[in-house]
């Protein structure tokens, strides 16, 4: 199983993959194959053969099981991209407090290593300009992802941490925008900011979704 490394600013699995449990060993291979793959050479460079060589079977494993590169996709990004969210759930650490779950993951943006996962992501996003089936699986694994973050907002609505009158699609969207936009400075090695002032933003801008403070009367 993946374990969830302590917060210092590298939250990344080790070992099995999350959630892979629920494929047949045939399928794993492929998987992790796909995986390495399409991360290397991108969706489009990627052939059906090469997967299946890496993962030491017949490209009829894979026809056996997916329709075509896209689904093979889905898999791999399902189970090899890290999802620092699933993982700080899984800490138990923070009791379900948004504010505090995207605090950890904002502010370890800017000190978190290059991962395999993150590559297969950005590939998959190359990708989905030109393939319309692309395009569809990342829609629904974003769709996925906001609505677990969107119920956590509901909740942290419902505790008085965050204010009611903010949109929780808005606060979901821009929470993946900021995420995603990493990918590209990753994709570059752009330079990050330096960690203290990029943890000071994003206290200050998680503070601006708190409820707001009782007003004085004259």
């Not at 899984?90 to 800017?110: K, N, P, S």
């Not at 290059?114 to 629904?140: C, K, M």
């Not at 907002?153 to 969207?173: F, H, Y």
Request: proline share 6%; glycine share 10%; net charge negative.
């Amino acid at each position: 199983m993946a374990q969830a490394q302590p917060l210092d600013g590298s939250l990344i699995a080790e070992g099995d993959p999350p959630g892979s449990a629920d494929l047949d060993p045939i399928a794993a291979r492929l998987v992790a194959a796909a995986a390495e793959v399409f991360a290397e050479k991108g969706y489009d460079g990627a052939g059906v053969a090469e997967i299946a060589r890496r993962a030491g079977l017949t490209t009829g494993a894979i026809y056996s099981r997916y329709s075509g590169k896209a689904e093979l996709l889905a898999d791999a990004i399902r189970h090899h991209t890290s999802d620092e969210f699933d993982l700080l759930f899984a800490q138990h650490a923070f009791e379900g407090r948004a504010t505090d779950i995207l605090h950890t993951v904002g502010a370890h943006l800017v000190t978190r290593v290059p991962e395999s996962g993150r590559a297969l992501l950005l590939e998959a996003f190359v990708a989905a300009r030109r393939d319309p089936e692309v395009a569809a699986l990342l829609r629904n694994h974003l769709l996925e992802r906001a609505s677990r973050l969107g119920g956590l907002v509901e909740a942290s609505k419902a505790a008085g941490l965050v204010d009611p009158a903010l949109d929780t699609d808005a606060i979901v969207q821009f929470a993946h925008a900021v995420g995603l936009g990493f990918l590209l400075f990753e994709a570059v090695d752009a330079p990050n900011a330096a960690p203290g002032p990029w943890d000071d933003v994003v206290s200050r801008m998680i503070a601006a979704v708190g409820p707001p403070g009782p007003t004085s009367s004259r």
